[in-house]
């Protein structure tokens, strides 16, 4: 996807710098005349250009097609790429101008999940009407664990797209999902960025003295946020000095132990 757009465009997308993006892609937007409603974010400002340079371009309905390593901004749900900093594992299969299957290696570490939540709200918020709901029941069964997991999907509505030459699969969909409670998922996506984000409790484990997050005793709060951070891998809390360190003191303590604070 980004690689066919740097070449349409000639130009290099800073995808590892989301605000510099954004800029470059406003400027791109704007020199080929493409419409983008607000809110204009670096996931609906590249859509255009993915739908101008590649799906709507008809060079490319001779044959299908594929749509591969979309930016982690445009799919919050799937697993980001090993070896592309900023892009995800996930494909597209297009034939025709029309969209066949969704494909990804599933997203399956729940802090991570939660911080692409807590950041789909703040866009929904904006007026993304497709941003994705803060699930947190979702968050919560993967804490449990999910393996390695990978799919696609191509159900009878895509197919049904095709044969009716519609472009949204909105359009075919004859049991719509029911929208969630949205002052549940503002409630719960409030809590996440307040609570558990890895940067918040940086800052709060910075600017104490203790080395707990209330000072120099543990408290239920360690209790309740170690048992969200102790899933994420050692090779993001390192970009965390503060939390990897107390990570590594509150995993002293047993369970029942932490229980009881």
Known sequence: ?????????????????????????????????????PPRS?????????AHFIEDNK???TKPFFIM???TEMSPLAKYHRSLPGLTERFEMFFAGSEICNAYTE??????????????????ADGDDEAQPHDEAFCTAMEYGLPPTGGWGCGVDRIAMFLTNKFNIKEVLLFPAMKPDEQVAKVAA???????SLEALEARLKAHQGNFLNGSKPSKDDTAAFDRIKVVGKDILKKHPHVDAWVDLVSLFTNDLRSKW
């Open 42 to 50: 670096l996931s609906r400002l590249l859509d255009k250009l993915v």
């Open 69 to 71: 390593d979309h930016p």
């Open 190 to 196: 409030a809590a996440t960025a307040a609570d558990f």
């Open 59 to 61: 060079a490319n309905w």
């Open 107 to 124: 997203l399956n570490n729940p802090v991570v999940q939660r911080e692409r939540f807590t950041e789909q709200a703040k866009q929904a």
């Open 1 to 37: 996807m980004v690689a066919e757009i740097e070449k349409e465009t000639n130009t290099k997308l800073p995808m590892d710098e989301p605000e510099k993006c954004i800029q470059v892609l406003e400027t791109l937007v704007t020199k080929y005349g493409l419409d983008c409603a």
